[in-house]
């Protein structure tokens, strides 16, 4: 049972799954990194903040979540790069911003930064535990709006507090990971499926919002003949065992793929906020389909905008469509694709040895 705050904390972030945590150790910190040190918790003590963040920000990536910290002062404005990475990329991350003494706030003290104004930008959620009666319900609220909005959480924790005897709250101190079915109404999926059925040549782009949907999105553009581009982020998840892929778009893009979209009939997002509008066409047909509706056509003028999850919205809308069966449009695509690899592949006289490759041939 947690004798002070900080042990309280790092119970919670335990039971979270909360597997390391990523940190410059000292200072206004000390009394975390003890009780971390008494867990199952890893102390990950990095040389700079800034990497600490950024490390924190791609294990969120990978496992769905991570913990960064940093102490007063400096300690905060190191983790900004990193914390607006994560937030940019949408991937939870808790950051606890360990502060100078509270007695201490507002009196112009050593290395005193406003963790509320600091932080403000790059997070969903950002407060400040100043009472032991608040640690149980904004650290668990804290993790809860990191995970469900998908970006960061900001706690300021002072020094002096986090040595605090801990007090039991009423409220729930379980993290819930819940994982809703979202789809398009019956009459959207219907109006997409008539886009669909009514358009000889199809194009579908992917983001990192297709990451679990790879089996779904095959099968619809195996059924639909349709070329498959997809964004730097989503290129793990929807390149693999995807025979009609034609590569990523965008600044780090091929031409094959920045082909396809414009060359087709219609245009199918499915889970990507691609940033770079100039590479996006303007004289066909464009759907999108995110779980988020605020981003629906902020990056392209759409014919029409869904919200649902792209693997739910994929088998709700399979049965609807008609199989389309001329391929000219999707070979000519993949014969192009095959080219521009060709042409990469030109340029690199030397692939290296076994243990020195060459990049562009990587």
């Known amino acids: 049972m947690a004798k002070n705050i900080a042990e309280q904390i790092v119970e919670m972030l335990e039971s979270a799954n909360v597997k390391r945590i990523y940190a410059v150790t000292g200072d206004s910190l000390n009394h975390l990194n003890i009780a971390v040190k008494k867990s199952s918790i890893e102390w990950i003590h990095v040389r700079h903040e800034e990497a600490g963040?950024?490390?924190?920000?791609?294990?969120?990536?990978?496992?769905?979540?991570a913990v960064c910290a940093g102490s007063c002062g400096p300690g905060h404005v190191h983790l900004i790069n990193g914390v607006y990475e994560?937030?940019?990329?949408?991937?939870?991350?808790l950051v606890i911003a360990s502060t100078i003494p509270s007695e201490e706030m507002g009196m112009d003290y050593f290395q005193e930064t406003n963790t509320i104004k600091l932080f403000d930008d790059c997070s969903y959620y950002n407060q400040m535990i100043t009472r032991p009666e608040q640690v149980q319900r904004t650290l668990q609220t804290a993790i809860q709006h990191a995970i469900s909005k998908k970006g960061v959480a900001v706690i300021g924790l002072p020094g002096d507090v986090s040595e605090l005897d801990a007090e039991p709250a009423t409220t729930s101190n379980k993290i819930f990971k819940t994982n809703p079915i979202i789809r398009p109404s019956d009459e959207e999926l219907s109006q997409l499926a008539a886009l669909i059925n009514e358009s000889?040549?199809?194009?579908?782009?992917?983001?990192?919002?297709?990451?679990?949907?790879?089996?779904?999105?095959?099968?619809?553009?195996?059924?639909?003949?349709?070329?498959?581009?997809?964004?730097?982020?989503?290129?793990?998840?929807?390149?693999?065992?995807?025979?009609?892929?034609v590569g990523l778009t965008g600044l780090l893009g091929l031409p094959s793929a920045h082909h396809a979209m414009h060359e087709a009939d219609l245009l199918i997002l499915l889970g990507t906020d691609f940033p770079y509008d100039k590479f996006m066409p303007v004289k066909n047909k464009i759907v999108q389909v995110d779980e988020s509706p605020e981003?629906?056509?902020?990056?392209?003028?759409?014919?029409?905008g869904l919200t649902g999850d792209v693997k739910e919205t994929i088998k709700a809308l399979l049965p609807l469509l008609q199989e389309k069966?001329?391929?000219?449009?999707?070979?000519?695509?993949?014969?192009?694709?095959?080219?521009v690899k060709e042409s990469q592949l030109t340029y690199v006289k030397?692939?290296?040895?076994?243990?020195?490759?060459?990049?562009?041939?990587v």
């Open 325 to 339: 069966t001329d391929t000219a449009f999707l070979k000519q695509q993949l014969e192009f694709y095959e080219k």
């Open 350 to 361: 030397d692939y290296g040895t076994e243990n020195g490759i060459q990049p562009e041939f």
């Open 86 to 93: 994560a937030h940019r990329s949408h991937v939870p991350m």
């Open 53 to 65: 963040a950024y490390a924190a920000a791609a294990e969120a990536e990978l496992d769905g979540f």
């Open 295 to 304: 981003r629906l056509g902020r990056r392209a003028k759409l014919e029409l």
């Open 200 to 245: 000889e040549k199809v194009t579908i782009y992917c983001g990192i919002g297709a990451e679990n949907a790879n089996a779904e999105v095959v099968e619809l553009s195996k059924y639909l003949k349709a070329p498959v581009g997809y964004s730097f982020r989503g290129k793990m998840s929807i390149q693999p065992n995807n025979p009609n892929e």
